[in-house]
């Protein structure tokens, strides 16, 4: 059974770069036909799509937010991250790596999720 993991630090101040990595085993990431993504949900809120890394290194973002995000991966490592720049409390949320299947066309896997506060 595919497992994700999330680490990164919980605190991060507004302006600086939120950065966050999502360790895959049992499953590679190069696995033709599977997406690995990044979620999120604030306090209160819904579940927010934010983008993803696809099998061939391929990257795709949600178009609010791309101008300052990047998903990247570690093959070597099977881990993908993600890095939020510029982020204000808006940002303050549980983040979520999950494995979007290109099969299915659902999220298999999902990480438990990590908090992650900005706040000064």
């Known amino acids: 059974q595919v497992q994700l993991q999330e680490s990164g630090p919980g605190l991060v101040k507004p302006s600086q770069t939120l950065s966050l990595t999502c360790s895959v085993s049992s499953g590679s990431i190069t696995t033709s036909h599977y997406y690995w993504t990044w979620i999120r949900q604030p306090p209160g809120k819904g579940l927010e799509y934010m983008g993803g890394i696809g099998y061939d290194g391929s990257t795709y973002y949600t178009p609010s937010i791309q101008s300052h995000t990047s998903i990247s991966r570690d093959t070597s490592k099977n881990q993908f991250s993600l890095q939020l720049n510029s982020v204000t409390p808006e940002d303050t949320a549980v983040y979520y790596c999950?494995?979007?299947?290109?099969?299915?066309?659902?999220?298999?896997?999902w990480g438990k999720g990590t908090l992650v506060t900005v706040s000064s």
């Open positions: 999950a494995r979007l299947s290109g099969l299915s066309y659902g999220f298999d896997y």
